[in-house]
Each structure stands twice: as structure tokens, then as C-alpha cells.
């Protein structure tokens, strides 16, 4: 069984679409995240909820919009995709509970907007 | 800053030991990561230090950890193919109750046969 799930596993779009990304966690656990990996492989942390409410807010375009249906699933939809936006998204999820609070990440979402 | 620092690349031959180093800024940090990514994969959680600690070991992992440095190192005994991946370091910082963790830029660790 997947424990972080996300789809689609790749997404290849044009300028100017709107698109989601869908995450689905059967941990249990309690906080859900997305991450965005650039090109240089860089991790930033975007949004996170907690039990379907959202705790961390970085500093990202208003037209990414997070909605957390309930505690197991995290999307994330994305208005008028720019160039910029091409990158891998991963969610991830994680207990606070968990002696380490590490997370566990799902496979990752490669956007490409052409 | 926000910075959690490594560097980029590490060239090793298979059997010898890799060593990938971090520095992180926060001292109030309570937990360390390391996760593995391979190509076109997510990241995978190999170990972690609890910021009291100043060593783990974990079968062929070992983890040092200089509080005082804000220094943190994984150790690889005998290297194999199978290791080539980047490693990313990651930080929990105290002052966020959120489970937010800070990564560096990733290491990119090629093992040569």
C-alpha cells in the first residue's frame, strides 16, 4: 500500500491553464505539505496543513490554493500557470506525535508548463 | 538566515566511505535528517539525531553531529552503486511547533565501480 500517494505523476500544460495536484496520505497522520524542487534540486517548503487547517503559508503566488477535503488528503490547484511553475512537487505528511517528526513523501509531481 | 548549507557534489569509488557534511543555522534545532533521493523519486528518510546526541549509528550509516559547530555529517562505510543518489540534510527548528523542516540544496553523491 502507497502511504503518500500523489497524482498525476507528471503534467505537461500550457501557459495559462489552470491545473491540481492531488496527495493522499493512509498514515494517520495529522499534517500534510507541499514541497516545491526547482531545478537545482532545491527543496522549499509551500503550504501545510493541519487536521484540514492551514498552518504554514509561504511566500507563494496567490494562484496556488491549497484545499484540505479532510485530514488524509491535501490538493493543490494552480490558476494561469507560468513558465516559472515548472518543477517537481511533492507532498508530504507527517505526525507530531512521531518520536522524530520526520515526514514521508510521496513521488513526486513533475509540472511542466510550456 | 534560513540557510541550511552543503556541498553539491561528492565523487567516491565503490567500498571506500562517503562522508557529506551539513551546516545548519539554528541552535534551538531539536531533530536532524537525512533523506536519500533517488532519480525521479521522492525523498527517502534514512536517519535523523536528536540534537542531544553527538553520534548515531545505523548499520552502515553513522550520523556526527557538532552542536557547538552547528555542524552534521553522515558517514557511508562501504560505499556501493546503489548509494548514488543526492542527500539532502534538514533541520526541525524549535521556534516552529509545525513540523516544518528546512533542507539544504542537496548533495550529489556518485559512487564509481
Known amino acids: 500500500d502507497t502511504a503518500v500517494s500523489q497524482t498525476p505523476k507528471y503534467l505537461v500544460t500550457q501557459m495559462g491553464n489552470d491545473k491540481s495536484i492531488k496527495c493522499e496520505q493512509n498514515l494517520g497522520h495529522d499534517t500534510m505539505y507541499w514541497y516545491k524542487q526547482d531545478s537545482k534540486k532545491f527543496l522549499k517548503i509551500m503550504f501545510s496543513y493541519n487536521n484540514k487547517e492551514l498552518i504554514i503559508n509561504e511566500t507563494v503566488p496567490n494562484r496556488f490554493s491549497p484545499k484540505s477535503p479532510d485530514k488524509a488528503h491535501l490538493n493543490l490547484h494552480i490558476n494561469s500557470l507560468e513558465l516559472g511553475d515548472s518543477a517537481v512537487y511533492f507532498c508530504a505528511s507527517s505526525h507530531p506525535d512521531s518520536i522524530n517528526y520526520g515526514y514521508t513523501f510521496g513521488s513526486g509531481t513533475r509540472l511542466t508548463v510550456v | 538566515g534560513e540557510d541550511v548549507e552543503q556541498s553539491l557534489f561528492l565523487s567516491v569509488r565503490e567500498g571506500d566511505s562517503s562522508v557529506i557534511n551539513c551546516t545548519y543555522t539554528?541552535?534551538?534545532?531539536?531533530?536532524l535528517y537525512w533523506y536519500k533521493q533517488e532519480p525521479g523519486a521522492g525523498l527517502q528518510l534514512l536517519t535523523y539525531?536528536?540534537?542531544?546526541?553527538d553520534m548515531k549509528q545505523d548499520q552502515r550509516l553513522t550520523v556526527l553531529l557538532n552542536k557547538k559547530d552547528k555542524h552534521l555529517s553522515l558517514r557511508i562505510a562501504d560505499t556501493q552503486t546503489g548509494d548514488s543518489a543526492i542527500y539532502f540534510c534538514a533541520e526541525k527548528r524549535d521556534s516552529s511547533n509545525t513540523g516544518k523542516l528546512i533542507f539544504g540544496q542537496g548533495t550529489t553523491l556518485q559512487v564509481k565501480p
Open positions: 539554528d541552535s534551538s534545532s531539536t531533530y
Open positions: 539525531i536528536f540534537s542531544n546526541m
